[in-house]
């Protein structure tokens, strides 16, 4: 092999392109099974950000489930999951473009078994007793209140009106029947709790009119997170909960709860969509579950009898939408040399394969750049965690002396995690010469409650040291270049990303995906289900407006000294185009280099292939001209208001 050619960092000629990346990809968004069925719902960029249901057969065969007139989506809560349901050979289904659910049988066409109108529904579960499906509503009838959500019945043949169960809280979700069919959990809460900040689950028995009767509260309240209620195929309701300062699994038995297998880790997730799943029974005394820790997945066995835990060998880091059925585990899955793909696992032996990949993009080895979990001195003498991603191209190496510039990713959530997971995204950047580091700020999940808790009152504040001394602890040790660190975000991410160049001196570029400027604004349009998240991120509005100010990027603008790209939605309902709008127009008129890339069609996350590529090659070309070096890659210019030079 010759050797590597000497060239810029940030220069570097990569196979591992942004068009490449997006044909042929999708992104899991649900998985269930059916006796030997596998289905699982399929978001396509090449087909306008689509969502296609997938069905595998026992042998193996997989087909399409919907035409592309379909879309299965549902918007309750806006961010939707758990939109599919999938019993005895029928398929039921939200479609995105009216919000009615819809059975879909082999060889029919979609019929709708709910009425035209303002109704969303989400989270079902097949009540076959009584031919109904019990699910999530969320009535958004009365335009000039908040949206009403409760559970409710829908007859499976769409005959009679969606009847309600069970409301008087805010939100509900997780309906789940007993195996007799007699009794239904649930779970619900109210403002300005989030599902990780405090839930409760309910139980009720079935009276035989089908109304709830009997209904008790069987754990949870203001400051206990409960999540996945599931009935054991013995009948006992089972549970995940952070009552030990860790999400793990307890159950209901003779009255009281008790812990199943008690650990130093987690066993679940932040629930921003319905349908995640991390434990399924596989036989009455044995199940399997996703333990987190440090924020990587790994699967093991629970006896719970002994409550005796018996890790799975996986070559897997994150792991979601667990589920079981005749002896064989399936899930959505990635590890840091796979991207997300459909697994089968054979309970007997471990045996796994691959269903379904979610991506056509093949990387050599050479070129995955493999993460580092490092962990970093913040302020409050806490330590924060990250994981570290170096330039990894073997045909190109930097001119002596020089350091690669470095990419401060923010996740989105905030309350949320960054996997140690295959990232084409990541490796877009690692392959062209730029180191990148992916940081789990304080408010992250996959590390215990107390440190999910940090970010309590402190958004804009914890998450801002962290990312800020991750860059500064890869400068000491002579991973980074000081002159040239870039931080970059999505959403929650976008704020955090924000914050750091509005309010500290440490970067000289940033990039802000559909990103929150103005913190009071947010907390007054947003949606139902965010409506009073940040009374816990940051103070209870409005009576401390002032720090919501104090917060905002968009009233510090004068304090901004670098240059930023924006890109964003047009239709986004979650962080109005408003938000980029203003700020880029705030730092245009301070004369500082600014660029804003509107995707018109585009909701909170660009779903479209054309513009995930964009995206990615918007911010390149970017950083390229403010870090002066030239992308081997040709890239359409991005306009880029005050830039010196033209």
């Known amino acids: 092999m010759s050797a590597p050619t000497v060239a810029p960092f940030g220069a570097w000629p990569s196979p591992v392109t942004a068009g490449r990346i997006t044909a042929g990809s999708v992104q899991f968004q649900q998985l269930a099974v059916d006796g030997d069925s596998i289905f699982w719902v399929e978001g396509r960029p090449l087909e306008s950000g689509c969502h296609a249901i997938v ?68 989270d079902a579960t097949l009540d076959r007793a009584r031919h109904r499906l019990i699910c999530v509503s969320e009535d958004h009838s009365n335009r000039s209140a908040e949206a009403v959500n409760r559970i409710v019945g829908v007859d499976v043949h769409g005959r009679t009106a969606p009847a309600a169960l069970a409301d008087g809280y805010d939100f509900c979700s997780s309906p789940c029947l007993s195996p007799s069919g007699r009794h239904l959990a649930w779970l619900a809460w109210n403002h300005p709790n989030m599902p990780w900040d405090g839930t409760e689950l309910w139980v009720a028995a079935i009276a035989s009119n089908g109304s709830l009767a009997q209904r008790r509260r069987i754990a949870g309240g203001p400051h206990e ?38 650990m130093a880790a987690e066993v679940g997730g932040a629930a921003w969509i319905f349908g995640l799943s991390s434990y399924a029974f596989v036989a009455p005394d044995r199940l399997v579950c996703v333990i ?125 995690d960054a996997p140690n997971t295959l990232s084409p995204s990541t490796l877009y950047w690692t392959s062209r010469g730029f180191a990148v580091v992916d940081v789990n700020y304080g408010g992250s999940t996959g590390f215990g409650t107390a440190y999910r808790r ?34 970059a975000g999505g959403s929650a991410g976008g704020y955090t990303t924000l914050c750091a160049l509005a309010f500290r001196r440490v970067f ?24 009073r998240y940040l009374d816990t991120l940051i103070a209870p509005y409005p009576s401390r407006a002032d720090l919501y100010r104090m917060r905002s990027p968009v009233h510090a603008a004068d304090q901004l000294a670098c240059p930023v790209i924006f890109f964003q939605g047009l239709d986004d309902k979650i962080v109005p185009p408003d938000q980029s709008e203003r700020m880029a127009a705030a730092l245009r008129a301070k004369g500082l280099p600014v660029a804003y890339v509107a995707f018109p069609g585009e909701q909170h996350g660009f779903r479209r292939a054309e513009n995930i590529q964009r995206a990615l090659e918007g911010e390149l070309y970017f950083y390229g001209r403010i870090f002066g070096f030239s992308p081997a890659d040709p890239i359409e210019p991005v306009p880029i208001d005050n830039l010196p030079g033209g």
């Not at 309750?76 to 049988?105: P, T």
């Not at 998450?463 to 040239?484: E, F, I, K, S, T």
């Open 292 to 416: 987190t820790k440090q924020a990587q997945d790994r699967l093991a066995w629970i006896d719970v009898g002994t409550g005796a835990c018996t890790p799975i060998a996986t070559p897997y880091t994150s792991i979601n939408f667990v589920a079981a059925s005749r002896g064989r585990i399936v899930c959505v899955a990635a590890a840091p040399d796979q991207a997300p793909a459909v697994v089968r696992i054979d309970a007997a032996t471990g045996a796994s394969e691959v269903v379904r990949r979610g991506s056509d993009l093949s990387i050599d080895a050479d070129f995955i750049a493999r993460a580092e979990a490092i962990e970093f001195p913040t302020e409050r003498g806490l330590t924060a965690h990250a994981f570290y991603y170096p330039p990894t191209n073997p045909s190109f190496t930097a001119p002596p002396c020089e350091k690669p510039p470095l990419i401060v990713h923010s996740h989105g959530g905030p309350t949320g």
């Open 454 to 487: 940090r970010l309590n009152g402190q958004w804009g504040v914890v998450d801002v040291d962290d990312c800020v001394n991750a860059a500064r602890y890869l400068v000491a040790r002579g991973d980074a270049d000081p002159q040239r660190l870039a931080i």
């Open 225 to 262: 997170s409960i999540l996945q209620p599931s009935w054991s195929p013995a009948g006992e309701l089972y549970f995940v909960s952070d009552r030990s300062g860790w999400w793990n699994l307890h159950r209901e038995r003779r009255g009281r709860v008790e812990p199943v297998s008690p």
């Open 55 to 122: 069905r595998c057969a026992g042998d193996g065969a997989i087909e399409e489930v919907t035409a592309r007139d379909f879309n299965a989506r549902t918007t309750v809560h806006e961010y939707g999951g758990g939109a599919v349901l999938a019993a005895d050979g029928v398929v039921f289904s939200s479609n995105f473009s009216d919000q009615r659910l819809y059975r879909i049988e082999r060889g029919r066409p979609p019929r709708p078994i709910t009425p035209e109108g303002a109704l969303r529904f989400a």
């Open 508 to 531: 000289q570029a940033g990039a802000s995906h559909f990103g929150v400027s103005n913190a009071e604004a947010l907390a007054r349009d947003t949606h139902k289900f965010e409506s």
